[in-house]
């Protein structure tokens, strides 16, 4: 008895220090934040006025508002997609080879650990006009009209999602190996065996196989792409999201909303309204991961 | 294997990684490039020099962001170390009451984004005077929920008997952890480490907010801010980020194992 209760006091300090930073450094300030959105607060009065849904109010009416969140969407919508598609067919070809896979697979990672402000800006550099970018300079070697990139609005957030996706690449192509090698060869092969061509065997046992990394990987991309906000902050002039806001995702929004104009209260509430999209799309995937999948 | 399909994969997979590596390589390659040389269309430079990292080096705050970024990167890493294992251990290998309910605590907290916290951690830093400082860089990054999640899963796979075994040769219980458990688990920790290191030395966005004196500014705030200043000199500004990558591929030459299994170990968070 004695010694059990020393291993339980023993497990409560442990425990102390973590748990008090997870209260008073994650836990009480998603509260905090949360309050703040009631609040009209401009960081330097002592007075935090209550005014309750005023600023949810405010920030739906306001335009740049609107815009940063359908922005945050398109990024999504046009990130997410490219991504997984890609991962998983490099996925499958880095799966069909024997010799140098590992050596392939690093490559890949490269972009993932480069730091993504100097992604940005060597990106910025190649969007550039002709003759400084080199991407244009490609283009138009090769007889192919030139593109505006960052400087267009129409082509600004989709050159944008294009860095990312760069980024992101080798994270999942890494995370869809993995999956395809937990996958028992038996099962190809007596398909094979059946009949069954390389198309057949794709749809019907390799993918659904995946399916819960599939799963897994949209919704980590899915989050990542909606707290989009390094590469615009740097990609664009003075950090604005421009040009004319096409670029400004919600993060950026949020950041200027606090650290510019000093408006918590309406930042705050923007936070929560990300934060609620994240927690459906998280809830989300533990429903549909958490059921089992058939072999 | 047919072997059309495996060629055709060299093929294809050759073809990309030139896309993957160019971006990568053109900003090392501009670097070492004469201002002359920048806007040409040439991707060698034709009289590589290293007088781009001499003015960088002379001209900015860059040695002091570099010492930034490492003292914030190893620390955090060291922090992280320490009580995710230890969180990880106590809820692996002691039973007490409440223990679910912790673990389940922290793991929710995963669910909270960054962007909700950094307003109420301003206010915080600025109440409690950590603006500008080391501290007010590296305290939320000092303990992480998917680190304890990682530990956790590696703590479970020891055997009770060899804590037990230790008790009765009278060690204490947090020299069993540390020079029993600790040593069992390196891998875990070694991948857990790296992807720490990285991590911190990329972060952006808190450290753009509580650094605001330039001298505190980490790597890369300080690349952005240098970056913005010098729209004009790109082979200065390739210069830079080709600096704050350094350590990185360092690390990547050397720990490309661990970091392939960091990255993978992230996907069992589903």
Known sequence: MKLRQKKVLTAYMFLSLPLAFFIFIRFYPMIYAFYISFTNWNIISPVKKFVGIENYVKIFQDEVFRISLFNTLK???????????????????????????????????????????AVSWVWRWMYQRPPIGVINNFLSAI????????????QALPSIVATTVWVELGYCVIIFLAGLQTIPKEYIEAARIDGANRRQVLVRITIPLLNPVIVFLTVMETIIFLRIFTQVYNMTDQGSGGPLNSTKPLVLYIYQKAFKSFEMGTASAATTILFLIILGITVLQLRVLNKKVQY | MDKT??????????????????????????????????????????????????????????????????????????????????????????????????????????????????????????????????????????????????????????????????????????????????????????????????????????????????????????????????????????????????????????????????????????
Do not use: C, H
């Open chain 1, 75 to 117: 990024y999504v919508i046009l990130g997410v997609p490219v991504v997984i598609i890609l991962s998983l067919g490099l996925a499958l070809l880095l799966n069909n080879i024997t010799k140098f896979q590992s050596l392939y697979r690093l490559v890949y990672v490269i972009p993932y650990i480069t730091p993504l402000v």
């Open chain 1, 143 to 154: 007889g192919l009209p030139t593109g505006t990139f960052l400087s267009d609005t129409a």
């Open chain 2, 5 to 270: 399909v495996k060629i055709l994969s060299y093929v294809i997979l050759t073809l990309l990684i030139v896309v993957m590596v160019f971006p990568f390589v053109w900003m090392v390659l501009s670097s070492l490039k004469p201002f002359r040389e920048v806007y040409r269309p040439k991707i060698l430079p034709e009289n590589p020099t290293l007088s781009n990292y001499r003015q960088i080096l002379s001209y900015s705050l860059f040695p002091k962001w570099f010492l930034n970024s490492l003292i914030v990167a190893l620390s955090t890493t060291l922090s992280v170390l320490f009580f995710d294992s230890l969180v990880g251990y106590t809820l692996a290998k002691f039973k007490f009451p409440g223990r679910n309910i912790i673990f389940i605590f922290i793991l929710s907290t995963l669910m909270i984004p960054t962007e909700m916290l950094i307003i109420p951690w301003y206010v915080m830093s600025s109440k409690l005077g950590w603006i500008d400082t080391y501290w007010g860089i590296m305290f939320p990054g000092m303990i992480t929920a998917f680190g304890i999640f990682l530990m956790r899963q590696f703590m479970e796979t020891i055997p009770d008997d060899l804590l037990d075994a230790a008790r009765i040769d009278g060690v204490s219980e947090f020299g069993i952890f540390y020079k029993v458990a600790l040593p069992l688990v390196k891998p875990a920790l070694a991948s857990l480490a790296i992807l720490n290191f990285i991590g911190n030395w990329n972060a952006f966005l808190w450290p753009l907010i509580v650094a605001s004196n330039s001298k505190m500014y980490t790597l890369p705030v300080g690349l952005s801010y240098f970056s913005s200043e010098n729209l004009m000199r790109w082979e200065l500004i390739m210069t830079g980020a080709t600096v704050s990558t350094f350590p990185l591929i360092i690390i990547f030459l050397i720990f490309q194992r661990q970091i392939i299994r960091g990255i993978m170990l992230s996907g069992l968070k589903g």
